[in-house]
C-alpha cells in the first residue's frame, strides 16, 4: 500500500513538474504549477506526520509560507496586468 501511494505520488511530483517546465509563457499558470507541487508537498508531509506523529507543527509552517508564496504571486500578476495589459513574459521589456 505504501509503494502504491509512494508510485502516485512520484507521477504527481513528475506531471507538476513538467507542467511547470512546459508553461513558462504565463505568468499565471506557473504560479499554478508552483502552487500545485506546493500542495504536493503538503500533501506529502501530512501523509509522514500522520504516521509518524512528530511534525504535524511542520504543516502549519508550510502552509503559511504556501499563502505568502501565493499573495506575492498574485501581487507580481496585478502588478503585470496593470503594466502590460497581459501576463505573457514576452511582452515584458528587460530595461522597463
Known amino acids: 500500500m505504501k509503494l ?3 508510485i502516485i505520488n512520484l507521477f504527481m511530483l513528475v506531471g507538476g513538474l513538467l507542467s511547470y517546465v512546459f508553461n513558462k ?3 499565471l499558470l506557473s504560479l499554478l504549477s508552483l502552487e500545485y507541487l506546493v500542495l504536493l508537498h503538503i500533501y506529502g508531509v501530512s501523509l509522514i506526520s500522520l504516521s509518524d506523529g512528530s511534525m ?3 504543516i ?3 502552509l503559511a509560507m504556501m499563502v505568502s508564496e501565493a499573495v506575492l504571486g498574485l ?3 496585478v502588478l503585470m496586468m496593470r503594466n502590460y495589459g497581459n501576463d505573457l513574459l514576452s511582452s515584458m521589456s528587460p530595461l522597463w
Open 4 to 6: 502504491l501511494k509512494l
Open 25 to 27: 509563457r504565463h505568468v
Open 56 to 58: 504535524s507543527y511542520l
Open 60 to 62: 502549519l509552517i508550510f
Open 75 to 77: 501581487a507580481v500578476l
